[in-house]
């Protein structure tokens, strides 16, 4: 694979220009046309700095494949990336704007029970630019400019774990929050993480207010470990410390994710016990009933089950809500798209790359204010 331009930042566009010869403004020219979701060849530069950057980076690093809209206008994206691999991602129509889902690796390494991401393991970490491109692409697709934004919002929610790719993260939110780039605000930004201590204390330091999200699942780290190998690396305590200093760090409230699985962690004793965890902390929890993943044998709770537990959670004092759900006619949950899509490449069938509905949720808390 060659260099991905989208991986750069202003100065570093700035750098590449200079050491070409050009003309500063060169520099700004290519980061409006990087800006616009532009492939390389698209974008207006002399002749000879075209010939040095076709040479050396990719033309187009992040693909739309495939386009699917469900009913209730979510669209879901399969992305091909230069070296063949495939990732996924969604957007979801709101009120207050357009929220996508961007994956931040190809496969995850995490082996969370639940997950389809993580099936077949960790391929490779997206760069910087890869996890921008697929913003680009669907900002550009969707009509959106850097002025009028197709995307609003963005969260890290798609496959991979956001804080197994640290660095590469961290650059694409510099990259992505930057006013030279798409400018999109770190308070419009999720990030969610299966609870990687040590990466989220050294987030707290980086200066980037974003909402961060910690999938939780389960009130002790017991229960826990049933269904998150990670757990048995780090603490629920040291998570809920970890969290607290974000907040000291940055004033933002943070969020946990709890999939209600039935008979694993949905009785309302699991709701009080986490009422008890979460009590006096600045924190908002989100949840939502599992999208069962055919591979897995586990169930979702079912809806009445959900109230009941959301129901017990804000009776005793903790802000919560039950994600709705989006896109389900489309399916595809967190990985599901894309093993589908090499399973039918695999077996050779033409149009089986997408589940009708798989009852499969996605759905996005409300944006925090
Ligand atoms: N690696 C990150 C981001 C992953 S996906 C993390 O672990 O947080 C975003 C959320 O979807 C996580 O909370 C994840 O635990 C959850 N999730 C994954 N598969 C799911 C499923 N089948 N049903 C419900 N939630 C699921």
């Given at each position: 694979?060659?260099?991905?331009?989208?991986?750069?930042?202003?100065?570093?566009?700035?750098?590449?220009?200079?050491?070409?010869?050009?003309?500063?403004?060169?520099?700004?020219?290519?980061?409006?046309?990087?800006?616009?979701?532009?492939?390389?060849?698209?974008?207006?530069?002399?002749?000879?700095l075209r010939a040095r950057l076709t040479e050396a980076f990719e033309e187009e690093p992040v693909r739309i494949l495939e386009t699917l809209t469900a009913r209730d206008g979510t669209k879901k994206f399969l992305f091909a990336l230069a070296d063949g691999n495939i990732v996924e991602g969604v957007l979801m129509k709101y009120k207050y704007g357009n929220t996508q889902c961007v994956?931040?690796?190809?496969?995850?390494?995490?082996?969370?029970?639940?997950?389809a991401s993580t099936l077949n393991g960790l391929v490779r970490n997206l760069t910087a630019g890869e996890i921008l491109g697929q913003v680009l692409a669907v900002n550009r697709a969707e009509g959106g400019t850097k002025k009028e934004r197709a995307v609003t919002n963005i969260v890290l929610m798609g496959s991979g774990e956001p804080f197994d790719n640290y660095e590469n993260v961290v650059r694409f939110l510099r990259n992505v929050t930057a006013e030279?780039?798409?400018?999109?605000?770190?308070?419009?930004?999720?990030?969610?993480?299966?609870?990687?201590?040590?990466?989220?204390?050294?987030?707290?330091?980086e200066?980037?207010?974003?909402?961060?999200?910690?999938?939780l699942h389960a009130v002790t780290d017991e229960e826990r470990a049933r269904t998150m190998p990670v757990a048995n690396a780090y603490k629920i305590a040291d998570i809920l410390d970890a969290c607290a200093c974000y907040f000291q760090k940055t004033g933002r409230r943070y969020i946990f994710e709890y999939s209600l699985i039935a008979g694993e962690n949905s009785d309302l004793a699991h709701a009080a016990a986490l009422a008890h965890l979460l009590k006096g902390r600045p924190c908002h929890v989100n949840l939502i009933r599992l999208n069962a993943v055919k591979e897995r044998h586990l169930l979702a709770a079912d809806e009445k089950n959900a109230q009941a537990f959301l129901k017990e959670l804000v009776s005793r004092g903790i802000s919560a809500t039950l994600r709705r759900s989006m896109g389900s006619d489309i399916g595809g949950a967190c990985g599901q798209l894309r093993v589908k899509y090499i399973e039918a490449k695999k077996t050779g069938a033409a149009d089986a790359g997408f589940p009708k509905s798989c009852g499969a949720d996605f759905g996005e808390e409300e944006p925090q204010a």
């Amino acid at each position: 694979m060659k260099e991905i331009l989208q991986d750069k930042s202003m100065e570093e566009l700035a750098a590449l220009v200079a050491a070409a010869g050009e003309k500063p403004f060169r520099a700004r020219q290519l980061m409006e046309g990087l800006t616009q979701g532009k492939k390389l060849s698209e974008i207006p530069v002399s002749a000879a700095l075209r010939a040095r950057l076709t040479e050396a980076f990719e033309e187009e690093p992040v693909r739309i494949l495939e386009t699917l809209t469900a009913r209730d206008g979510t669209k879901k994206f399969l992305f091909a990336l230069a070296d063949g691999n495939i990732v996924e991602g969604v957007l979801m129509k709101y009120k207050y704007g357009n929220t996508q889902c961007v994956s931040t690796q190809v496969g995850c390494r995490m082996g969370c029970r639940f997950c389809a991401s993580t099936l077949n393991g960790l391929v490779r970490n997206l760069t910087a630019g890869e996890i921008l491109g697929q913003v680009l692409a669907v900002n550009r697709a969707e009509g959106g400019t850097k002025k009028e934004r197709a995307v609003t919002n963005i969260v890290l929610m798609g496959s991979g774990e956001p804080f197994d790719n640290y660095e590469n993260v961290v650059r694409f939110l510099r990259n992505v929050t930057a006013e030279e780039g798409l400018g999109v605000s770190a308070r419009n930004i999720s990030l969610s993480t299966c609870g990687l201590v040590p990466q989220m204390r050294r987030f707290a330091e980086e200066g980037i207010p974003l909402n961060l999200t910690v999938s939780l699942h389960a009130v002790t780290d017991e229960e826990r470990a049933r269904t998150m190998p990670v757990a048995n690396a780090y603490k629920i305590a040291d998570i809920l410390d970890a969290c607290a200093c974000y907040f000291q760090k940055t004033g933002r409230r943070y969020i946990f994710e709890y999939s209600l699985i039935a008979g694993e962690n949905s009785d309302l004793a699991h709701a009080a016990a986490l009422a008890h965890l979460l009590k006096g902390r600045p924190c908002h929890v989100n949840l939502i009933r599992l999208n069962a993943v055919k591979e897995r044998h586990l169930l979702a709770a079912d809806e009445k089950n959900a109230q009941a537990f959301l129901k017990e959670l804000v009776s005793r004092g903790i802000s919560a809500t039950l994600r709705r759900s989006m896109g389900s006619d489309i399916g595809g949950a967190c990985g599901q798209l894309r093993v589908k899509y090499i399973e039918a490449k695999k077996t050779g069938a033409a149009d089986a790359g997408f589940p009708k509905s798989c009852g499969a949720d996605f759905g996005e808390e409300e944006p925090q204010a």
